[in-house]
């Protein structure tokens, strides 16, 4: 079986959106990247990818 990946443009909360966009597609697995900052940086910052972790309700991958 082949992995499928697509692109689009969203505008909102990159955490909310994505998680939108893979309902809306039926995705089986989100994959995300991080910057690997630290506790400090997502405290003082925020994290995509620790939001998307928290939130959705399917498989995520994250890749540092």
């Known amino acids: 079986m082949a992995a499928r ?4 443009v969203r505008h909102g909360s990159p ?15 989100v994959v995300v990247g991080t910057t690997g900052r ?17 939130l959705a309700p399917l498989p995520v991958l994250v890749a540092r």
């Open 38 to 54: 630290g506790a400090a940086g997502r405290l003082l910052l925020g994290s995509v990818a620790d939001r998307v972790v928290h």
């Open 5 to 8: 990946c697509s692109t689009e």
């Open 15 to 29: 955490a909310d959106q994505l998680l939108a966009a893979a309902q809306e597609k039926g995705a089986s697995l």
